[in-house]
T-cell receptor
Framework: GAGVSQSPRYKVTKRGQDVALRCDPISGHVSLYWYRQALGQGPEFLTYFNYEAQQDKSGLPNDRFSAERPEGSISTLTIQRTEQRDSAMYRCASSFLAYEQYFGPGTRLTVT | TQLLEQSPQFLSIQEGENLTVYCNSS?????LQWYRQEPGEGPVLLVT?????EVKKLKRLTFQFGDARKDSSLHITAAQPGDTGLYLC????????????FGSGTRLLVRP
């Protein structure tokens, strides 16, 4: 079956622009997570959804970052007024059971 | 802040050699997981260890969870070039069933 998909796979944007990153979880997975992964490092938790409810957004770096999952399926991570320090790989994961998260291929964001 | 430290950061070995990767923390985790990540892809779950002292084997890979649930190790016997990749440990803190804390990873290269 299809895994977690993310789009776009690569995004280059100019500083100050807004970007929206999309995550399409595995069908039937009620939980969805966003992580950020710097090169050569492990993923860092950003936010967690259970169905459409955002249960934890403690990892979002600041108020320029927001996420939504309005219908409990597809999720969008939005970064407003991007800065160079936002450049990273953004990964989405989904799960049916919390301890078994399936990761997507990620969106590599480059802010110039 | 709960941290997971992995060592070594990099490991380059010859095919057929054995190796051990360590994952250490000063904090207790309810469970620890090991992931393998290949270039361009998301992390893939290899194993979850839950009980202190637990040992799990997956073909040539042996995973151990420390008695105090603060550390874990991954041992690979007779490494093969196909084992090349980034190995990540990750743990669920005692106060969270969904917020994975990742280590910084061990990049393994197995030379033929």
């Amino acid at each position: 079956g299809a895994g977690v998909s993310q789009s776009p796979r690569y995004k280059v944007t100019k500083r100050g622009q807004d970007v929206a990153l999309r995550c399409d979880p595995i069908s039937g997975h009620v939980s969805l997570y966003w992580y950020r992964q710097a090169l050569g490092q492990g993923p860092e938790f950003l936010t967690y959804f259970n169905y459409e409810a955002q249960q934890d957004k403690s990892g979002l770096p600041n108020d320029r970052f927001s996420a939504e999952r309005p219908e409990g399926s597809i999720s969008t991570l939005t970064i407003q007024r991007t800065e160079q320090r936002d450049s990273a790989m953004y990964r989405c994961a989904s799960s049916f059971l919390a301890y078994e998260q399936y990761f997507g291929p990620g969106t590599r964001l480059t802010v110039t | 802040t709960q941290l997971l430290e992995q060592s070594p950061q990099f490991l380059s070995i010859q095919e057929g050699e054995n190796l051990t990767v360590y994952c250490n923390s000063s904090s207790v985790f309810s469970s620890l997981q090991w992931y393998r990540q290949e270039p361009g892809e998301g992390p893939v779950l290899l194993v979850t260890v839950v009980t202190g002292g637990e040992v799990k084997k997956l073909k040539r890979l042996t995973f151990q969870f420390g008695d105090a649930r603060k550390d874990s190790s991954l041992h690979i016997t007779a490494a093969q070039p196909g084992d090349t990749g980034l190995y990540l440990c990750a743990g669920f803190p005692m106060d969270s069933s969904y917020k994975l804390i990742f280590g910084s990873g061990t990049r393994l290269l197995v030379r033929p």
